[in-house]
């Protein structure tokens, strides 16, 4: 047997420091958001995070390891591993969280499945354009429908909107850099409304209707539905341009900000670190979005360089969901900044995302053709 043999030499390791620099200034403020003003004592969230984060680098090391031709020649097995996940959160009775039944509790933990699933769907995504003929005809299209359809609509049916908001524009990035006919996102625009119009219709509870109308300003029950975003702005507001200093907060120390430690932990940062904390946050973010996307131009080889595209977009997705709904651009949906939210399945599946990436990074020449053909 051959002996595995890695090119370290190409290994990209700014962009797993980079990540640690996002995570290192997410543990200070989860540590921060974790006070608890009654029993005068710090909650254990910082603690887990930094568990989570020796679980998320052996989760890196892992992917980075294994060879780009076992990822491609299994992408579909991975996929059916995902779509097993997502629909045994139904069938087995997942955790319902904030009205979502998106987790499999084991004791203590949760573990979240479209976390992961968005991967694996990024995988079999590319895995199906690659190498195609026909991509100025509408059947790529139909195709990565097929794809994508199933793991949207289970995720819907949790329901959780975010993840759909977030793994979406990653498909359609894919489909641009593979080289897919302009004309047909329309197409495809209109088949995400209506499945976006039924799920509002039929799927989403009442809260997260109102989310929706609160960000539509069709809805000004700022106690209620648009308590969450108010109590954001008023947080981001506050912290001027050096913050109120590391657990000094109002709104973070008081409470009045719900979710502090994980959907909203922007907010924590812009109000006691400033504008000047939360640009530097902001721009080692994007400086990891830019190291995946100059993957991505690297690589010739068509998986590599579709996997990296929908890894940057989706962490792009992410960011300006996340923050975007703390200051009323976006709903409240319930997603987590990558890298700096409270959390061990988005941020082990988001170290497995730039694993990817430095996969490909080390292997930037990689010919699969003679192996896979046109996909």
């Not at 059947?139 to 097929?146: E, I, L, M, Y």
Request: hydrophobic fraction near 55%; include cysteine.
């Amino acid at each position: 047997m051959t002996p595995l043999r890695l090119p370290l030499h190409r290994l990209r390791i700014e962009i797993p420091l980079v990540a640690l620099a996002c995570v290192a200034i997410g543990v200070a403020y989860i540590h921060s958001a974790s006070f608890d003003p009654d029993k005068d004592v710090y909650r254990p969230f910082a603690t887990r995070q930094v568990q989570y984060v020796a679980a998320a680098l052996l989760a890196f090391l892992a992917t980075v390891a294994v060879p780009r031709s076992f990822i491609v020649r299994h992408a579909w097995l991975l996929y059916a591993g995902a779509l097993l996940a997502l629909a045994g959160v139904h069938l087995v009775g997942g955790s319902a969280t904030n009205g979502a039944r998106s987790w499999y509790e084991i004791r203590s933990f949760k573990v979240q499945p479209s976390e992961f699933a968005k991967l694996a769907i990024i995988c079999a995504v590319a895995r199906t354009l690659m190498y195609r003929r026909d991509l100025a005809t509408i059947r790529p299209f139909v195709s990565v429908a097929g794809v994508a359809g199933p793991p949207i609509l289970l995720i819907l049916l949790e329901p959780d909107l975010g993840t759909v908001l977030v793994f979406s524009p990653a498909i359609l990035a894919m489909l641009f850099v593979a080289g897919a006919s302009l004309r047909h996102f329309a197409a495809l625009g209109g088949a995400a409304a209506s499945a976006f119009a039924y799920a509002y219709a039929f799927r989403f509870d009442d809260y997260q209707r109102k989310r929706i109308l609160v960000f539509l300003g069709l809805e000004t029950d700022k106690l209620r539905a648009g308590y969450q975003t108010l109590q954001s702005r008023i947080a981001v507001g506050s912290g001027g341009l050096f913050g109120t200093g590391w657990g000094e907060g109002p709104q973070t120390q008081l409470h009045a900000l719900p979710e502090a430690h994980t959907d909203f932990i922007f907010s924590v940062v812009a109000e006691e670190g400033g504008f000047v904390m939360a640009a530097l946050l902001l721009a080692s973010l994007l400086a990891l979005l830019m190291l995946c996307l100059d993957v991505a131009w690297r690589t010739r080889e068509p998986f590599g360089r579709l996997v990296a595209t929908g890894v940057a977009a989706s962490f792009a997705a992410q960011i300006f969901v996340n923050c975007g709904m703390t200051i009323g651009l976006t709903p409240v949906t319930g997603v987590t900044l990558p890298f700096v939210s409270y959390g061990g399945s988005s941020l082990v599946a988001s170290f497995m995302a730039i694993g990817l990436v430095a996969n490909i990074a080390m292997r930037p020449v990689a010919t699969l053709a003679a192996d896979f053909g046109e996909g």
